[in-house]
Each structure stands twice: as C-alpha cells, then as structure tokens.
C-alpha cells in the first residue's frame, strides 16, 4: 500500500525537458479554458435571459464581501506548495489544516458581517445571500492543497478537467432553479454551491493525497511568511478590482452595478483565455529553475513574449467587437454594459503584460516585493474611480484603464529589478504587440472605417476578422523583423514542422 508521502510529487525529475512540459501544459491550459470560457458564455447568455439585471447587481454586492474574505482563505499556501524546493507530506498536511481552519473562520466573519453589507448597499436582501455565499469558502478550502499538488506534479490534465466540470454543473443547476422555479437570484448562490461542491470533490479524487490527522508544524513558518505577503497582495489586488463595485452599487444602484459587473467579467475573457492558463504553467516551471539564471531568464522571456503576441490580438478583436459581443450575448437590453465594456477592454493591451509580473515573484519567492508594489500602486486605482465615478460605469471604467495603461512600465520595471531578467529585454517583446494592438483601436475609433449596421453576430465576424488580419499581418512582421523574438520564432517554426511531419503520415 502506498504511503500518503508518496503522494508528494517528486519535481527533480520535471527539470528534464522542462521546456516541452511547460509548452504542453500551456497548450492544454490554453485550450481548456477556452471550452471554460464558451461554456461560461453560454451560462451567462442563458441567465441573462432568465435573471433580471437587479438580481446580478444584488449577488454582485454580496460576493463584494464574501470574494474578500475568500482571498484570505489560502493564504497564499497553495502558492507556496507549488513555489518550494523541497516540500513533505506533514508540511503540507500542516498548510491543509490551516487552509480549512481558516475558511470556517472566513464563513463566521461573513455572517457576522452580513447585516453591515446589507446596511451598506441598503437592500435586506443581501443579508442573506452573503451568509449562505460565506458557507461555501470552507468547501473551497478543503481542495486547495490538492489543486497545488496538481500544479507541482504538473498534471495538467487533471487540472483542468476540474474546474470545467464544476463549472458546467453549476451553470446547469443555476439554470434548472431559475427556469423551473421562482428562486430568482437565489439560483446564482446555488451555482456557487454546486461548482465549490463538485470542484473540491474531483480534486481529491484526482489527487490520492490525504492530509495526517496530526502533522508536525516545523516546517510551516516559512511557507507562511510567503503566503501571508502573497496573501496582503491579493488583498490589495483584490480591494481595488472590487472597490470600483462597491462605489458603483453605492452610488448609482444594483441595476447599475448589473450592467458594470457583466461588462467586467467579459473584460477577463482575455486573462482567464490565456494569462491565467499560462500562469498554471509557466510558475511551476519557473520555480524549478530559481537556482539556474540563465535558464530562468530565457524561459520567462519566451512564454512573456507569447502571451503577449496572443492577448494583445485578442484585445484588439474584443474592443472593436465590445458593443455586438454584449448584444449576442446577453440580449439588446444590455447594451450599456456593451457601452462600459469597450472602455474597460483598453486597459488590457497594458493589464496583461502587468499580471505577468506574478511568474517572477511568485517563482522567485518574492511576495514581500510584490506585496510591496501593490501597497504603491493601488490609491491610483482609487484615486481613478472616485473620478470617474460621477459620469457613471462608463467614467469609472475609462479612468480604470488609464491609469492602467499608465502603470504598465513601472509595473515590469520594479518586477524585474530584482530578477534574471532586466527591464529592456522585457520591454522589447512586450510593447510591440500591444502598440500594435492599440493603433488598430485608435484608428477604428477615429476614422471608423469598420463595417456597421449588421446583426451581431455578423458585425462581430467582421470586426473580429478584418482587426484580426491587421494584427496578424503585424505580429508576423514582428516576428520576422524583432531580434528579441528569435527564440519565439525558432519554437514557432519547430512546432510547424512537426505538424507538417505529422500532416505526411
């Protein structure tokens, strides 16, 4: 019978074509989350029809609280499971009982905060609905320290065919209580429950570790460390992504804050597509080459170059598409969050490089750094908002993505101070595409020289193909004519001639 420590992935053994592993994993990331994203798509198409915008706008104000509380779950310890040289089965099992100790703790604060959210936002309703969204943190916790054990072992598969299943249940069971019942908003908390249900249940079956009843604490206090910096980022990260909700439901209502949060969550189609499944990837792989410089800089260059090539086009066809995606997807009755969305869209030509900045922290054991940036930059984040938040959703989002777009420089030069790599270099393989990306934009929005008047669906085949040709054209100049990209283009070429090879079989 295998022991529980035999659980623990053995990652000296990964180093060994380190490069393929990581470039499969982020191909299956990639692809996984983009059936994640039609699949959420479809979701939110089907309940945008069945739910009203105030009933988004009320479980928006309630996961204001309870997604705040939800960031102090981990603390940062599934980070550092993956992150760690050396790591045993009492360390972790340590890191798993705190993780649950720490969500039911979180689940109390929620109750207890409860009436305040509801005093906040002025509707009683949302009283309620925080207590039982509270309830589902310690579930979620119970399956963080597998779903890290995955990540280190690199078992990509497995990771990903998890949050799909759970998120495909959810959606079925928020739709089943909102077209079969009277339950109305009530069917967003059930789709919560259902994936945190599902979602923790695949992961102990994918991950045969359990944690030891009684672990011994030796080895927790330097995981701690790097969990709670990491932690005290993603509460400031967290503040001031949400902030912007909590002054739009103050101010102007949940009807409002209904069209601003559904123009948010199509904002990260572009993160969740790529930079998120990049990151699953590349930190593991990064972190087993912290003590190799030369390795670790040209690894981190090449996977930074091609997540910006890819998101920078993706951005492109998004805000020229913003208004007929929001139409399609969501019905003509949402075409203010169409309106808030093109303005949001633009800070992501800058938002994704700057997110990149975690795979040098978080592979280098540097949270106190990026702890330290965020404590900086967030009152601009603030400072934003409160200006914009006059003129509505669309003033908050436009004075959003300036000060991101703003940002993104000193963003990757504090990053990479302390790192293999240095700024230039960084710079040379990120701005290209992203300027790129960005003059299409300005001269469809000066010159509008796009096609209109169609359906929606065409509109955006057509805004999406003659934007994504341009880019194309651009980024295979680029390619060809940017020394920076050489290593990029040596895979790119690789991976051609395997296809073709295969092609001839």
């Known amino acids: 019978m295998a022991r529980q420590s035999d659980h623990i992935p053995d990652v000296a053994q990964l180093t060994t074509d380190l490069g393929r592993r990581t470039a499969r994993g982020g191909f299956t990331a990639i692809t996984a989350q983009l059936a994640r994203i039609l699949v959420q798509l479809a979701i939110a ?18 996961m204001t609280l309870t997604s705040f509380v939800g960031i102090f779950t981990d603390l940062g310890l599934s980070a550092a499971t993956v992150q760690r040289k050396q790591i045993d089965n009492t360390t972790v099992s340590a890191l798993f009982w705190i993780s649950v100790a720490t969500g039911c703790l979180l689940a109390l604060v929620c109750a207890v905060a409860a009436p305040f959210a509801a005093w906040l936002f002025g509707d009683h309703r949302v009283l309620w609905v925080t207590v039982a969204l509270g309830l589902s943190v310690p579930v979620s916790a119970a399956g963080a320290q597998h779903a890290a054990l995955l990540q280190r072992g690199m078992r990509w598969m497995e990771m990903q065919w998890t949050p799909i299943i759970a998120q ?9 209580l909102a077209g079969t019942t009277r339950a109305g908003y009530w069917a967003l908390v059930g789709q919560v429950w259902a994936s945190a249900l599902i979602s923790t249940a695949l992961l102990w079956a994918f991950c045969r570790w359990r944690p030891e009843l009684r672990p011994h604490w030796r080895g927790v206090g330097s995981a701690l460390g790097f969990g709670l910096q990491l932690t005290g980022f993603n509460f400031l990260n967290y503040f001031h992504r949400q902030f912007d909700n909590v002054l739009v439901g103050w101010r102007w209502g949940a009807a409002d804050l209904g069209y601003y949060t559904r123009a948010y969550t199509l904002l990260t189609l572009p993160l969740a597509l790529v930079s998120g499944p990049m990151a699953s990837a590349v930190i593991p792989a990064l972190s087993r080459l912290q003590d190799d410089p030369e390795r670790w800089r040209r690894a981190f260059l090449k996977a930074f170059s091609a997540l910006n090539l890819v998101s920078a086009g993706l951005t492109t066809m998004l805000v020229v598409s913003a208004e007929p995606l929001v139409r399609l997807i969501f019905g003509t009755q949402w075409a203010e969050a169409g309106r808030i969305f093109a303005f949001l869209a633009i800070s992501m030509f800058a938002a994704t490089p700057a997110n990149a900045t975690g795979w040098i922290y978080i592979s280098l054991g540097q949270s106190r750094r990026m702890f330290q940036w965020a404590l900086m930059v967030t009152p601009f984040y603030v400072a934003a908002y409160v200006i914009g938040l006059p003129f509505g959703g669309r ?17 990757l030069g504090y990053a990479t101070a302390k790192s293999p790599v240095g700024l230039w270099p960084v710079v040379k393989v990120g701005l290209p595409p992203a300027a790129i990306g960005a003059l299409i934009v300005t001269s469809e929005l000066l010159f509008r020289w796009l096609p209109s008047g ?30 920076a990209l050489a290593p990029l283009r040596a895979d790119i070429r690789d991976l051609g001639g395997r296809l073709a090879a295969g092609a001839r079989r």
């Open 45 to 62: 198409a089907v309940m945008a029809r069945l739910l009203a915008p105030g009933d988004f706008g009320l479980v928006a104000m309630a």
């Open 168 to 176: 495909s249940a959810g959606g079925l069971v928020a739709i089943a």
């Open 395 to 411: 003033g908050v989002a436009l004075c959003y993505s300036i000060v991101v777009c703003l940002a993104a420089v000193p963003y």
């Open 454 to 483: 169609h359906s929606a669906l065409v509109q955006i085949a057509l805004n999406s193909g003659l934007t994504g040709g341009l880019y194309l054209a651009g980024a295979a100049l680029l390619l060809v004519s940017n020394d």
